[in-house]
């Protein structure tokens, strides 16, 4: 039995029928060349009869009184297959439009959770005989980076390896143990600890002191919770229903746009997003006069961490969406995000987690207190930047061809941007209430257009992976 973290109890706690707190993956696969005719009937009848089970795929809520008011993760021993693998097909063409309407709805159910909660979706029908994996999880069970590490353990860098297990049966590697405390002297394993919960504390305070300043413009550039403006995409989630919308570009393309613009990658990707939500807001009428603002999660967990859960802190940049030009507004991006990972990077990693609580336990608290969508929000949207796997990965001979990331949304933030880097592209996907925000598929083209646009005002060629 694994008790939750006060962060992975936040999302059981926000869960209903119209804000299901699960996210997921789409990962697109080719056949081998060598494939037989049977290869995806293969391939759905070694998921089928798959009945071992590793961590985190086995876990699921303890029930009763206790488990409501104490919420741990408890083994299961009796897990139903029929529920937890599904197996799809697509209409003819098989192009981007069905699988995007086909995950659009199948990300709009909730899970079950009386059940491990996660599903996996085989879907076959692409065109050019490719077939897809959909794969979603509860947001309490897994974030981006633990799920996106979660499922590329289930793949090989060898084309030629053929006995791959489904993901639910690839155990997670071991970790060396950190030492521990209490392996020390009892009195100096307390010392150490009440130094580091005083060091941890403080810098959280000092953190909280210095972005209150900096809303009061003493430090203009490090940009406070709730000093982002009301707008179209903080509105109320309407229905479960939701939209998904991908763009996949070369890793090459962006790397080479942020050295030429003298900024980072990240910075790059913020301009995109942005640029894209001003277009598509000031097509409606919709765009405010202040600048929107983005919540950036960060990874906090050591790059040995193979475990689920969440470990993340939070960042928040201005997007400039009230810049009129393009250089000018990824001038202000830049110097933003700058401000806010120096903020972070003041603080010692044990205070990092802390501060996350500090800035989310509001923006959970409208959700829950129903004030999400009607006040003013904390940020106005989430952009996450989730590292993927470096090299081309493949599952019994098929290849990888993208991994889309697919979000959650929830009352007063409508729209969510997440993007995964793999071998040498990156993915984006657009995650929005389809109710709420109509249209929202435009913003991947837009996005698009936006790098065009950037690589013309840098005078660079555009070259799109897809």
Known sequence: MKNLNALDASWLLVESRDTPMHIGSLAILSPPDDAPSDFIQRVVATFRDSRAFARPWNQKLRGGLLGAALPAWVEDHDIDMDYHFRHSALPRPGGERELGVLVSRL?????DLNRPPWEVHFIEGLAGGRFALYTKMHHSLSDGVSGARLLSRAYSTDPEARRIPPPWSVPPPQRKPAPKLIDRAP????????RASGQSSAAVLRAVRRMALGSRDSEPHLTAPFSAPRSAVNARVRSGARRFATQQYALARIKGLARA??????????????????????ESNQLPGAPLTAGIPVDVRPADDQSSGNALSMMIASLATDVADPLGRLEAIKTSTREAKEHLQSMPRSALTPYMMMIMAPYMLQIMSGLGGRTRPVFNVIISNVAGPREPLYFNGARLEALYPVSLVVHGGVLNITCVSYAGTLNFGFTGCRDSLPHMQRLAVY???????????????????S
């Open 107 to 111: 990300h709009s159910h909730q899970l």
């Open 187 to 194: 009195p100096r394993a307390l010392l150490e600890q009440l």
């Open 261 to 282: 613009a003298g900024c980072t990658l990240n910075d790059v990707v913020l301009y995109v997003c942005a640029t894209a939500i001003r277009r598509f807001l000031k």
């Open 447 to 465: 996005a698009g257009e936006a790098l065009d646009e950037l690589g013309a005002c840098l005078e660079l060629t555009p070259r799109i992976a």
